[in-house]
Structure formats: C-alpha cells, structure tokens
T-cell receptor, first 112, second 115 residues
Framework: SQQGEEDPQALSIQEGENATMNCSYKTSINNLQWYRQNSGRGLVHLIL?????REKHSGRLRVTLDTSKKSSSLLITASRAADTASYFC????????????FGQGTRLTINP | DTAVSQTPKYLVTQMGNDKSIKCEQN?????MYWYKQDSKKFLKIMFS???????INETVPNRFSPKSPDKAHLNLHINSLELGDSAVYFCASSHMGDGKKETQYFGPGTRLLVL
C-alpha cells in the first residue's frame, strides 16, 4: 500500500505568504525526501532529511521530521509564483538500491 | 548535456502492441529506476537496477521487462499493451556506491497512451 500521505491535497496562497505541506508515513525509513514536479515535467529533488535528523534548511525551504509521529513537513517561505507546482514527499528505504515510496502530492498554487 | 534522458517523450499505440522506452543517464550513477505515474499523479516504483543487476522488482505484470545493457542505460519493454498501461513512465538514477548518496535524478518522463 502507499506509504506516504500528504496534506493538504491542494493549497492556494498569495505570493509572499508561507506554504506548509505535511506528509505522514507508516513504516521504518532511512530518509525522507521532498520533490517538486512542474506540470508535465519530471521530478526535481528539493531536500533530503535522514531518519536521525529533525530539521533541515535549504534556501527558502525548511523540512522537519518527527520519526515518533512518522510525519514530516515542508515549509516554503516567502512564496513566489514560480513555486507553483506539485510537491511530493517520498520515504527512502535502502534495500540494495534505494526504494522511494511517494505520497500522492500536494498541488501548490501561488497567486500573484 | 541532459542528465537523465528518455525516449520517446510521447508514445501513442494500440492495445496489444509491444513497445519499448529507453533511458540513459550521463551522471556516472550505478543505479537506475523505473517509476509509473498514473492519472491521479500517484507515483510508484516498478524496477531498480544496480550495476546491471535487478535489485528491486515490485509487483508488476510480467508483460513489463526491464533491460540494462550497461550502467548508463535502463530500457523498459512492454508486451501486449493494455489500456491500463496508459501513464507517464519516469526513469531515475542515483549513486548507491560509497557514501550511499540517496538523491534520485529523474528524467522528463514518457507519456504512454494506449488506445
């Protein structure tokens, strides 16, 4: 069954506001990753947080991970129109290769 | 100088046909993957190869057969195409060697439509 569940499924905010997306998962992980997908395009890796980390920053992105609650959040600060895309969380489990299990994504729309 | 490339980008075909999708990466990675994204944007792993060896093989019909001629290529052959095979297929690569870098780099996708 699908590992990750994202909340909300869709989010629409004004440019300049912060956007928060949440992800919950069910089983053990080695890491959790966030990807962005623009309409009709491939996925672009944004940030990775390992299971022994609690928070990570990259530019305007902030990711938290709570392994006790099996949840993660992605915060995009000072949103821009170019941030409009679908955002996916993916749990990573290394079994020979890295098996990524994706959530269903959050569709983020930034209104100018 | 595209990192992960897929051909074709679009594929429209009739039910029952056999088709192949090709993937190439020039990142020097040792691991490649195939994912399927359905109409609801749900993305699911299908296969993974590490150094030409099949590592991950999810519950996928045996009509789907991956082939890795070398570390830089992972092709996907689909026999007897069915309507439900219509989806976007993404190839990805990563380097699992020393240091276990977990980031996967995705190709642009192949949009398959079975009529």
């Amino acid at each position: 069954s699908q590992q990750g569940e994202e909340d909300p499924q869709a989010l629409s905010i004004q440019e300049g506001e912060n956007a928060t997306m949440n992800c919950s998962y069910k089983t053990s992980i080695n890491n959790l990753q966030w990807y962005r997908q623009n309409s009709g395009r491939g996925l672009v890796h944004l940030i990775l947080i390992r299971s022994n980390e609690r928070e990570k920053h990259s530019g305007r992105l902030r990711v938290t991970l709570d392994t006790s609650k099996k949840s993660s959040s992605l915060l995009i600060t000072a949103s821009r129109a170019a941030d409009t895309a679908s955002y996916f969380c993916a749990t990573g489990l290394i079994q020979g290769a890295q098996k990524l299990v994706f959530g269903q994504g959050t569709r983020l729309t930034i209104n100018p | 100088d595209t990192a992960v490339s897929q051909t074709p980008k679009y594929l429209v075909t009739q039910m029952g046909n056999d088709k192949s999708i090709k993937c190439e990466q020039n990142l020097g990675h040792d691991t490649m993957y195939w994912y399927k994204q359905d109409s609801k944007k749900f993305l699911k792993i299908m296969f993974s190869y590490n150094n030409k060896e099949l590592i991950i093989n999810e519950t996928v019909p045996n009509r789907f057969s991956p082939k890795s001629p070398d570390k830089a290529h992972l092709n996907l052959h689909i026999n007897s195409l069915e309507l439900g095979d219509s989806a976007v297929y993404f190839c990805a690569s990563s380097h699992m060697g020393d240091g276990k870098k977990e980031t996967q780099y995705f190709g642009p996708g192949t949009r398959l439509l079975v009529l």
